[in-house]
Each structure stands twice: as structure tokens, then as C-alpha cells.
């Protein structure tokens, strides 16, 4: 039976491949697979690959948060988009390039994007939490109304979908950590919003499964009748939770607009192009995990910036074979690896008062 497949084997015979990718680009470098394996290990590839991680690897740890709690936010794209465009368009209006108060516009726009991000988090939490709405329903309204509304204001500011371009965020780098083979350019020499992916995913790691919110947050997506009889306000949980995946929905709209993109395109998908419902594939084949979450995102990215690479050397791969790899990828892991286990709660409505 298929359920029976050992994920150790799946496992072996998934690297038992790449080490034959990786010997058939080695023996023929002018085949497909080794121009797969040039652009692979070059460091514009890695590059491009952290910076691309960042809204979704944020997304999904924002969509962990809320999940756990009980509350199913597929509103995280909605999320996205809102933090960026509010990025954007406050550094535009403060002026880029300049600073107040010592902090550069770039910053208070990416202050700004966050608490916008936050805002909305906030709103469906209330409809969902004290008006007990559908979730699903909430979070894809929460979606629609982001995607007609960043263009719809930038039609108003810039007579445009589109924004005007602000200039990103420089790199930071660290002296003589920078020059480590490998490791230095990636880690030491890389924008600010990677740093911020890095802490969040530890910090996020840390709250989960070292602290009694952590604990709570669990409680409330698998048993909220046990966590309210303990004496924890479920309802209060689940709001801290959600208002949370929308802080941290936010770090990554407003970090890849601002330090990525440097602008923002409001036409068809919006600059954003999926990536929040990238980051609900990325933590259900992660198993609600943010480290694997991490890694995760990482795999995804790599792809795109593999496709990217390819598109600039003349290969013509198309950008919708590559965003549908997440999703057949959760397929796959559910078929032959194992199966994501919602929490027990997860969608339903906590009334502390019924029996």
C-alpha cells in the first residue's frame, strides 16, 4: 500500500536522483543537466534565493500562529499585499532617500507596511473570533479586497496599477565575516529583510514550543474546551495568535517590497504573485513546523530563482509550470511521506459559554 511506503525510501530514492543530477552535469556540462547544476550552485542563485524566501517564509510562519490556534487564515496573500503597497507608498510620500528622526523613509514605510498588515489581521480576527464568520469565506474576502484595493489607491496616487519606484534596501555587510567561502556572501553580505526572516523563524520557533503562550496556542487549536477549563481565555489566545500572523505576514510584504522590489505592481496577481498561498503550501508540508517552514520556503524560492536564472540565459521556462511545484509538492508529501494533521479545532468557532 502507499501509505505503508517508509519515508526513509522515498527519502533515499530522492537522493539517489539529485546524486545522479549532479554526476550527469559533472560528466556532461553543456547537457540540461549541467546547465541546471551552473546555475545551482552560482552565488547570484543563493542570492536571489534568500531575498525571494522572505514573504513567504514569513507568511507561513504567521499562518502557523493563527492554524495552531484554531483559526484558518488563507488571508495571508490579502496580507502581502496590503504590507507592501502600504511600504511603498509611505516612502514615497515621505520622500526615499531621505530620513526623519534619524531612520531612514524606507524604514518608517516598512513600519508602516507591518502595522497595515497587522490592521487587517486584526479586522478578521474580530469577524472571525467574535462573529463567528467562516473562515475560509473571511480570509478570502480579506484577499479580494487587498487585490482591489492597492491598485485602486495607486490608481488615485500614481494614475497607475503600478507605483512609482522608491530604491531598496543596501545590503548589510560585515567586514571580514563578508569574505567566509560560501557562507559570507549570503549570511554577511545580504539586506536587511533576510536578517529579519532569520530572527523572526528562531523567535517564532522559540514562542511555539519554549513558552506557555506557545503551549496555550496549541491548546487552543486542538482542545479549547481543556485550555478554557484550565482557566485560559481561549478567545484571547486565538486574537494574539492571529494579530500575530499578520505582524509577521507583514515583515515580509514590507521586506520584499522594500528591499527586493523597490516598487509595487498592482496588475493581474499583484507584484506579490501568489506567494501568500505559497506559504500555506510551504507550512502544511512542513507539518506546521517553522524550521521546516524555513527550509521550505527555501526550496520554493530556489526554484524560482532557478527559473529566473534560466529566463536570463534564454530558456524559456514558464513562470506557471514553476508556481504550481509548491502545491504538487504538498500532494506528493501527503501521498508518500506522511500526512499533515490539522489541529483538531482548527476552523471551528470557540464559544466559552456552550456546554
Known amino acids: 500500500m502507499i501509505d505503508d511506503i517508509d519515508r526513509r525510501t522515498v527519502l533515499g530514492i530522492l537522493g539517489a536522483l539529485t546524486a545522479l543530477w549532479i554526476v550527469a552535469g559533472l560528466v556532461f556540462p553543456d547537457s540540461w543537466a549541467g546547465v541546471l547544476l551552473s546555475i545551482t550552485a552560482s552565488p547570484s542563485t543563493h542570492t536571489a534565493m534568500l531575498r525571494l524566501a522572505v514573504p513567504i517564509a514569513l507568511a507561513a510562519l504567521g499562518g502557523i500562529f493563527a492554524e495552531k490556534s484554531g483559526v484558518i487564515n488563507i488571508g495571508l496573500e490579502g496580507l502581502l499585499i496590503v504590507s507592501a503597497f502600504s511600504a511603498i507608498i509611505v516612502t514615497f510620500w515621505l520622500g526615499s532617500g531621505e530620513s526623519t528622526m534619524l531612520l531612514s523613509h524606507h524604514w518608517w514605510g516598512f513600519a508602516v507596511g507591518v502595522l497595515a498588515s497587522t490592521l487587517f489581521a486584526l479586522i478578521f ?47 548589510v555587510t560585515i567586514p571580514v565575516l563578508s569574505e567566509i567561502p560560501f557562507f559570507g556572501y549570503l549570511l554577511f553580505d545580504t539586506p536587511p529583510q533576510v536578517y529579519l526572516m532569520l530572527g523572526a523563524t528562531a523567535v517564532g520557533w522559540y514562542l511555539l514550543n519554549r513558552t506557555a503562550f506557545g503551549r496555550w496556542v496549541v491548546a487552543s ?135
Open 125 to 171: 480576527a474580530i469577524v472571525c473570533i467574535d462573529f463567528k464568520a467562516d473562515q475560509i469565506i473571511a480570509g478570502l474576502a480579506v484577499w479580494l479586497i487587498a487585490l482591489g484595493l492597492a491598485p485602486f489607491a495607486s490608481r488615485i496616487v500614481f494614475d497607475s496599477p503600478n507605483t512609482a519606484g522608491v530604491g531598496r534596501f543596501q545590503n
Open 221 to 355: 487549536g486542538e482542545n479549547p474546551k481543556a485550555l478554557d477549563t484550565a482557566g485560559v481565555d481561549v478567545r484571547k489566545v486565538r486574537y494574539a495568535a492571529v494579530v500575530l500572523s499578520g505582524v509577521f505576514a507583514g515583515l515580509g510584504g514590507a521586506g520584499f517590497a522594500l528591499g527586493q522590489l523597490g516598487t509595487f505592481a498592482g496588475g493581474g496577481e499583484t507584484a506579490i504573485g501568489g506567494r501568500g498561498f505559497i506559504a500555506i503550501a510551504t507550512y502544511l508540508f512542513a507539518n506546521y513546523h517553522p524550521i521546516g517552514a524555513l527550509g521550505g520556503s527555501f526550496l520554493f524560492a530556489g526554484l524560482e530563482a532557478l527559473q529566473i536564472q534560466l529566463q536570463n540565459l534564454g530558456y524559456a521556462v514558464p513562470t506557471e509550470l514553476i508556481r504550481t511545484i509548491p502545491y504538487v509538492t504538498v500532494i506528493v508529501v501527503l501521498v508518500f511521506v506522511g500526512k499533515t494533521r490539522l489541529p483538531e479545532a482548527a476552523g471551528e468557532a470557540y464559544d466559552s459559554d456552550e456546554d
